[in-house]
């Protein structure tokens, strides 16, 4: 078995700062995602990147910018801490490019609070 | 477009007695289906995934699913809970491509 490792885990920032979460996966997974988690909305999909230097935009992509240089990492960017933001942002992977009934795999995410 | 719609935010029912957590989705083409959990402080689980065949689909901890394409439907169903399946669950929808579309969850809370 594999497992998804996500740093920090907890994630305290100022409103306009620049931060950044860390994703990494030892399933040699080709493709790997960053989900945002709002309390009663469901996962969006923020970007995703279907092998290494390949980043595709999510419904949610606007404020975040990502970077996939290993296949085994993946990083999220917030460019500018929006103030009372307060989310769950989950990376997940999953093992074949276009595969509609791949199961995707999470972390346990991570949580961030603007101030 | 694709959607997900889990119409209960929340449920509650006492342990032992059967479970449904309905979902419905919205896709025009033939659906991959899925139902994840999500426990408390962690990322979402697989419980059971269905794209064709037998439209009951079993999954892990006594989980079952139905599809019915006439009603574009995808309910989950347990027989007889247990207080660990409090959890948040979700039904989500694959247009391929990566393209996963959630609903947003029903949490379910059993009560001893």
């Known amino acids: 078995g594999g497992i998804i490792t996500q740093t920090p885990k907890f994630l305290i920032g100022q409103e306009g700062q620049k931060l950044t979460l860390k994703c990494q996966q030892n399933?040699?997974?080709?493709?790997m995602y960053w989900y945002r988690q709002d309390s009663g909305k469901g996962l969006r999909l923020i970007y995703y990147?279907?092998?290494?230097?390949?980043?595709q935009k999510g419904d949610l992509s606007e404020g975040y910018d990502a970077s996939r240089e290993k296949k085994s990492s993946f990083s999220l960017t917030v460019t500018s801490a929006q103030k009372n933001e307060m989310a769950v942002f989950l990376c997940a992977s999953s093992i074949e490019l276009g595969a509609s009934a791949e199961t995707l795999y999470f972390g346990s995410g991570t949580r961030l609070t603007v101030l | 477009a694709q959607s997900v719609t889990q119409p209960d935010a929340r449920v509650t029912v006492s342990e032992g007695a059967s479970l449904q957590l309905r979902c419905k989705y919205s896709?025009?083409?033939?659906?991959?289906l899925f139902w994840y959990v999500q426990y408390p402080r962690q990322g979402l689980q697989l419980l059971l995934k269905y794209y064709s065949g037998d439209p009951v689909v079993q999954g892990v901890n006594g989980f079952e699913a139905e599809f019915i394409k006439s009603n574009s439907s995808f309910h989950l169903r347990k027989a007889s809970v247990h207080w660990s399946d409090s959890a948040v669950y979700f039904c989500?929808?694959?247009?391929?491509?990566?393209?996963?579309?959630f609903g947003k969850g029903t949490s379910l809370t059993v009560i001893p």
């Open positions: 990147s279907i092998t290494e230097n390949d980043l």
């Open positions: 989500a929808v694959s247009a391929g491509y990566q393209n996963f579309y």
């Open positions: 896709y025009s083409g033939t659906p991959y």
């Open positions: 399933f040699n997974h080709d493709t």
